[in-house]
């Protein structure tokens, strides 16, 4: 068996879970979500643990069961604690300004670039260069993160941009000067 996928996922106290056919609706103390389950994937809840059950041991089904398992866990987990991506602006006057609650960017455009969040998602600012997206859905966090990151990537050669915090940028060294004995 899938090791990821037999484990139990622990429902703490305060989270309600409701399975009706395909659809698990899962609510806690930061909000509810629901997603809807593959048709092969049996989920059960027992006792205080939510249960996912695949029907064979083919490929595809164990592929469905640790990964119906891992959305579940981070469904329970989502509205308990919630998600949170911290994002980096390096640059030159690069810097980033909260508007009510959406978010303005300035990343080196001729005009700010404006970010308005969906539903479920909040921007906090502690520094000018620092941006940290939070909301209970993980999915839709990482989205929101990585379209930021999209609006001005790293560059290689200076290494200005927005980056994942703690991200690693290799940069190139750029033109290299003439070599010793060359024509000249």
Do not use: W
Not at 97 to 117: C, D, I, M, R
């Amino acid at each position: 068996m899938s090791r990821v996928g037999k484990a139990p996922i622990p429902i703490p106290k305060g989270v309600q879970v409701k399975v009706t056919g395909r659809t698990v609706e899962v609510k806690g103390p930061k909000g509810a979500l629901s997603r809807d389950v593959h048709p092969d994937m049996a989920v059960a809840v027992e006792d205080s643990t939510l249960l996912v059950r695949r029907p064979t041991e083919l490929q595809h089904h164990r592929a469905l069961h640790g990964l119906s398992r891992a959305l579940l866990a981070n469904m329970v987990r989502g509205v308990t604690e919630g998600f949170k991506v911290d994002l980096e602006i390096h640059g030159v006057g690069y810097r980033a300004a909260k508007q009510g609650t959406a978010l303005t960017l300035q990343v080196g455009y001729s005009h700010p670039v404006e970010v308005a969040p969906p539903a479920g998602i909040t921007f906090d600012l502690p520094q000018p260069t620092r941006i940290t997206v939070t909301g209970i859905d993980k999915e839709l966090v990482g989205q929101v993160a990585a379209r930021i990151r999209a609006i001005r990537k790293p560059d290689p050669y200076k290494g200005k941009g927005i980056r994942y915090a703690g991200e690693r940028i290799k940069l190139k060294p750029g033109k290299a000067g003439r070599t010793v004995g060359g024509k000249a």
